[in-house]
């Protein structure tokens, strides 16, 4: 039997991997988030109905005092996340980020048998690096992390996920980071490029509309959610990690404009003109991660067709359009 707590459990990444443990029966699972971004939608509500699953809500900019239990694993997805949230409200996006990171390495320490501490960092840490024209693509875990633009409100983000890294690097307990690249499916916030597009494209007529897409030419390597959380299951208690820092994420590279493209003739609207722009924050021209490390542990080297992840994703954002 495992005991895992989950924080953010309500949110994209945190409610699909709950979602797969929950189906072992031998594991208990409490998951706690303040619902500021995750929802008690029916599929969340659906999963705490389960046996093993728990939910409190919780905002963990708060001291954790939970007395009864002893977690073998803990899973920290929550923070603020989004490119608006980064634009409107940097200073949270700091301050609360690496609060929550503080607050759960006390209450982690606090735990007997806690076996790991699996933290979920970002691609966005090496921002700099790439605007510095030192990034090699694909990029592996260990490139030099290169601080730019401090002022910019977007570093906020990448800084507190450096901060809260290092925090946990130097916590003592002994610790997973995961850097996701581009995870998406259902389910994950409407702030993000794929569930934007298919919400614009959804409104516009096929044949008379026009439809802006911004950075264009940006390349990034999209994730499904399910392959993403087949690599978490295996990475998370996996005895041959004696690696700390996995990338999480597909080898394979996308212009926008194509996955524009490719969503329009899911969509049945292709006849809609795509008007290129460019976009005015520091969204960063590409994203790959190098696999190597997260392969030799995983094996798993397939992953969900593109077509196929992008028509499930899109089937979803339709029904709640
Ligand atoms: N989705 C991706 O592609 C991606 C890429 C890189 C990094 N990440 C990281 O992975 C993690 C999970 O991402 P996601 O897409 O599932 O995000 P998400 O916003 O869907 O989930 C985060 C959850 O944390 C909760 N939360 C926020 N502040 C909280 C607080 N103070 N107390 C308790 N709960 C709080 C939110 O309500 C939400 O349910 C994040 O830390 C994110 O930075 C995600």
New binding site residues.
């Given amino acids: 039997m495992s005991k895992i707590l989950i ?2 459990g ?5 409610f699909a991997l709950a979602s797969r443990l929950s189906k072992k029966k031998n594991n208990e699972i409490m998951i ?7 929802k008690l939608d029916a599929d969340f509500l659906k999963l705490t109905q389960k046996k093993n699953v728990k939910f409190v809500k ?4 708060e001291t954790l005092d939970l007395k009864i239990y002893n977690f073998d694993y803990i899973f920290q ?5 989004g490119v608006r949230n980064v634009y409107s409200k940097p200073f949270n996006v700091l301050d ?1 980020n690496t609060k ?1 990171q503080s607050n759960l390495i006390q209450f982690a320490n606090k735990q007997k048998n806690l076996k790991k501490f699996i933290f ?4 966005e840490v090496f921002i700099g690096t790439l605007e510095k024209k030192k990034l090699k693509f694909p990029t592996p875990e260990n490139e030099t992390i290169i601080l730019n633009q401090l002022s910019d409100p977007r570093s906020t983000y990448m800084l507190s996920k450096i901060y809260c890294e290092t925090l946990l690097i130097h916590s003592g307990l002994n610790y997973l980071i995961l850097r ?4 998406f499916g259902p389910r ?2 409407n702030d993000h490029v794929i569930p934007e597009l298919i919400t614009r494209i959804e409104k516009l007529k096929n044949n008379i509309n026009k439809l802006y897409v911004e950075n264009y030419n940006h390349k990034r390597a999209f994730c499904y959610i399910e392959d993403a959380i087949d690599q978490i299951i295996i990475l998370y208690n996996s005895k041959k990690v004696n690696y700390k820092i996995i990338n999480i994420g597909s080898p394979k590279e996308k212009k926008i404009y194509d996955l524009v493209k490719l969503i329009l003739k899911i969509m049945k609207k292709n006849k809609i003109k795509i008007i290129k722009t460019y976009g005015k924050n520091r969204s960063p021209q590409r994203r790959l991660p190098d696999l190597k490390l997260n392969i030799k542990l995983t094996n798993l080297t397939k992953r969900t067709n593109l077509n196929i992840a992008l028509s499930k994703t899109i089937e979803w954002y339709i029904k709640k359009i």
């Fill in positions: 924080i953010g309500a949110g994209f990444i945190g706690i988030d303040n619902l500021s971004r995750g919780k905002n963990l900019t997805f929550a923070a603020i996340v609360i929550i979920t960092s970002t691609s996701p690249h581009n995870i994950m916030g």
